[in-house]
């Protein structure tokens, strides 16, 4: 999902938007992993043992996992990089709002229907509990180290202001509240 709205007008209707194969919420919230999985996509398509799955393969993402009326144990992904955004997306039915807690940031996030959440999987330690009945369905988009090394492309760094420049119309990356010190804008 891309974006959930509600609008006052849409009488109760929400609206949401689908993410499709060019991984618009990743090049958002993380361009060069964009990039970088765009590339490895290309690379999959062009193996001959690769070729007839990767054409199927409509993601940048390396792994998507479908976790379904679960509990998720308290845990750290091992094998993404630490600079990598993994990108959960939740559904709950029947009126349930679990809660994605970030343990390491001593966050409790609701974690509700349409929720879309980017952060370092590798990193913080994440989990999320006992959510009182009803259904929950989580998409859970990776990267995977092991593909990357692999199919020998080069790995995406931590995310920096100057990946958005390119994205900025006219004076807003040098608008105040936008850091630019020393970054080279």
């Known amino acids: 999902m891309i974006a959930r ?7 109760g209707f929400g609206f949401l938007s689908i993410e499709d194969e060019t991984g618009v919420s990743r090049a958002i919230i993380h361009p060069d992993l964009f990039e970088s999985g765009v590339l490895m996509l290309r690379k999959l398509r062009a193996l001959d043992a690769t070729k007839a799955i990767a054409l199927e393969w409509q993601s940048v993402y390396t792994g998507i996992q479908i976790i379904s009326n679960r509990i998720t144990p308290s845990h750290r992904d ?6 990598w955004y993994d990108i959960l997306a939740s559904y709950c039915g029947g009126g349930s709002t679990p809660h994605l807690l970030l343990c390491d940031l001593g966050l409790d996030l609701e974690y509700s229907s349409g929720t879309v959440v980017g952060f370092c999987g590798a990193v913080f330690q994440h989990e999320v509990k006992a959510w009182g009945g009803g ?11 092991a593909v990357r090394k692999q199919l020998e492309v080069h790995p995406a760094g931590w995310v920096n202001q100057t990946m958005y420049r390119k994205f900025l119309p006219g004076a807003i990356g040098t608008s105040k509240g936008f850091e630019t010190e020393g970054i080279g804008i």
């Open 135 to 145: 259904d929950r369905v989580c998409y859970a988009h990776f990267m995977r180290e």
């Open 78 to 83: 091992s094998k993404g990089r630490p600079e």
């Open 5 to 11: 709205q509600r609008p006052k007008t849409a009488k």
